[in-house]
């Protein structure tokens, strides 16, 4: 196996044992055995249990950032935007259950993470959110009064807590789709210039 196939298949099983055992409980050893590789081999790439943490976060926010840029790209309208932001982020909740469970609440678990780590990562998951927003000032769609900064951290933290509860919740009243359209259609309300953001809701 290549070293590079190898370092994947150490990440995929973190992911699957972290999301089962969480973050405190789960063992470098457990990893290994979900890898099937020795436990000395995840030494070979890792040097601790939060060593792989921080990778598979990097790793995986990095494949989500690229995915949702090209989602983005095929689309003019920042509303609409916002909208395929919103549908991805949230349908992490169905196509990737054990990664989003290890990204919303054991990333959470590990004081060591939240204190120490400087999350490039998020910060330019999240700067997509504010890229559109500017975007949409440009095109006088949203108000010019809007403070970006903000409103991306408002924006997404509709997002996450929905994501959590999700996460938390065995039954869900609704459907991933109507929770993104909700969130989306809230906030397009409160930015939105009057009478432009009409136009949106009836095309959709």
Same mark, same amino acid.
């Given at each position: 196996?290549?070293?590079?196939?190898?370092?994947?298949?150490?990440?995929?099983?973190?992911?699957?044992?972290?999301?089962?055992?969480?973050?405190? #409980?789960?063992?470098?050893?457990?990893?290994?055995?979900?890898?099937?590789?020795?436990?000395?081999?995840?030494?070979?790439?890792?040097? #601790?249990?939060?060593?792989?943490?921080?990778?598979?976060?990097?790793?995986?926010?990095?494949?989500?950032?690229?995915?949702?840029?090209?989602?983005?790209?095929?689309? #003019?309208?920042?509303?609409?935007?916002?909208?395929?932001?919103?549908?991805?982020?949230?349908?992490?909740?169905?196509?990737?259950?054990?990664?989003?469970?290890?990204?919303?609440?054991?990333?959470?678990?590990?004081?060591?993470?939240?204190?120490?780590?400087?999350?490039?990562?998020?910060?330019?998951?999240?700067?997509?959110?504010?890229?559109?927003?500017?975007?949409?000032?440009?095109?006088?769609?949203?108000?010019?009064?809007?403070?970006?900064?903000?409103?991306?951290?408002?924006?997404?933290?509709?997002?996450?807590?929905?994501?959590?509860?999700?996460?938390?919740?065995?039954?869900?009243?609704?459907?991933?789709?109507?929770?993104?359209?909700?969130?989306?259609?809230?906030?397009?309300?409160?930015?939105?210039?009057?009478?432009? #953001?009409?136009?949106?809701?009836?095309?959709?």
């Amino acid at each position: 196996m290549r070293t590079s196939d190898k370092h994947q298949k150490i990440i995929q099983s973190a992911i699957k044992v972290l999301s089962r055992k969480g973050f405190f #409980n789960a063992r470098i050893s457990d990893i290994a055995k979900e890898a099937q590789v020795a436990d000395g081999t995840i030494y070979l790439y890792f040097n #601790n249990k939060y060593d792989i943490l921080i990778t598979l976060f990097e790793e995986e926010i990095g494949k989500i950032i690229v995915h949702v840029k090209q989602l983005i790209d095929d689309e #003019n309208d920042p509303r609409k935007m916002l909208e395929i932001f919103a549908l991805h982020h949230l349908k992490l909740m169905e196509e990737k259950r054990e990664l989003a469970e290890v990204l919303q609440v054991e990333l959470r678990q590990s004081n060591k993470f939240m204190k120490e780590y400087r999350n490039t990562k998020f910060i330019e998951y999240v700067d997509i959110v504010s890229g559109i927003l500017h975007k949409g000032q440009e095109m006088e769609i949203f108000r010019k009064d809007l403070l970006p900064g903000i409103a991306k951290r408002a924006f997404f933290g509709a997002l996450d807590e929905t994501s959590r509860l999700w996460i938390l919740s065995p039954k869900h009243p609704y459907t991933i789709e109507e929770a993104a359209k909700q969130i989306s259609n809230i906030f397009l309300a409160g930015i939105g210039k009057p009478g432009v #953001n009409k136009t949106l809701s009836k095309a959709s």
